[in-house]
């Protein structure tokens, strides 16, 4: 036994830095770029006049006079990431520019083919992502002011105004405030591999407080996102083409596939946060729910999904704390588990308020100043699952993992 501790020891400790993830920052890209190259303007045009080509019903026509340009002049990993986002965001606008009853099925190879190309190169799908939307898409307008909504801003929007700007900025608030907790992992797995339970028991109780802020930090939704325009305006851009009643066959990639392709649309579930939580704490999902959030960890940068598997490889921490009978380590673990069951609570309440019953608003409404809700997804995440028996199921397999308290 003592010979095994000797070689724990000697396992290289985590880091942040080797998964391109920031001290600062955590999983959002920090300095993002908000230019791509000269070569590029054709897509630049076409991303900073988005919402303005949706809703005058243009950006069809538009896309379809854009030139075939490959990726050969971006330069360095922010540029690549800076053109999956606008590719991703006029795909979203071409598919979607006339709503949920007259999608666009072939996405012309104008467009196709260098999306393909950069999502190659990134490892990313060809579709609109997590790590599009919030972790590229922000922007500090005075680097020397606190990090707050006022503070920031997005580089680009579809229709949604102000909602959308609240949806997008509230997340990277949410993703800015796991950054203490995704700290807490690194110095938790260290600590087990060092075999030091002060810094353990710190560790945890780092975790379960910046657990509480992200559930705090989402509460700001209520302030900046209103129902009714998430749900009928917003909603239909996030959403993809598989398991999606309106485009039930998938979307075809001119140039890249003569079949249609299925990729499924945005979802809270491609954060790599809660990922990174569930497996340092040991939750165990459904089978169902299970296969869902690990097929999303293909809709993440490589390098974050690498940390997840890392986390994964790491020495259990529930065994660890089983087999330490360390009365405060216990305390603390369990305080962790309930701390990410009660954010997902939260997100339910979030998910019921904004597409819940906002479709049942949205039903009842005779008149409005809103365009005619999407119906295909009426009781789904954009990402294409039954969402509240989802999160619900989520959530109970997480209170399930709080240990018993001995004596």
Known sequence: MELQSQDLKTTPSLSLGRFHISEDCGFLLPNSLKELPDHYRPWMEIANELPHFIESH???????????????????????????????????????????????????????????????????PPIL?????????????????PLDIRNLDILFSFPGGESLRGFILVTVLVEKAAVPGIKAVVQAVNAILQTSQDSLLQALQQLRLSIQDITRTL?????????????????????GWKDNPALPVGLIYEGVSTEPLKYSGGSAAQSTVLHAFDEFLGIHHSKESGDFLLKMRDYMPPSHKAFIEEIQSAPSLRGHVLSSGNGPLLT???????????????????????????????????????????QALEDRGTGGTAVLSFLKS??????????????
């Open 58 to 124: 243009q950006l069809r026509a538009q896309v379809n006079k854009m030139p075939l340009l490959n990726c050969q002049f971006l330069k360095g990993y922010r540029e690549q990431r800076l053109a999956h986002l606008v590719l991703s965001l006029i795909t979203m606008g071409y598919v979607w520019q006339e709503g949920e009853t007259q999608p666009e099925e072939v996405l012309p190879r104008n467009l196709a083919l260098p999306f393909v190309e950069i999502s190659r190169t990134l490892g990313l």
């Open 129 to 145: 992502v997590h790590s599009d939307l919030v972790l590229t898409n922000w922007t500090v307008r005075n680097p020397e002011k």
């Open 219 to 239: 509460g700001l939704m209520h302030d900046y996102v209103d129902p009714d325009v998430f749900y009928a305006v917003i909603r239909i851009f996030l959403s």
């Open 332 to 374: 603390a673990y369990n305080q962790c588990v309930e701390a990410l069951a009660g954010l997902r609570s939260y997100h339910i309440t979030m998910v019921t308020k904004y597409l819940i019953t906002a479709a049942a608003k949205a039903k009842s409404r005779k008149t409005s100043h809103l365009p005619e809700p999407p």
């Open 394 to 407: 989520v959530r109970n397999k997480t209170l399930e993992a709080i240990l018993p308290q001995s004596g």
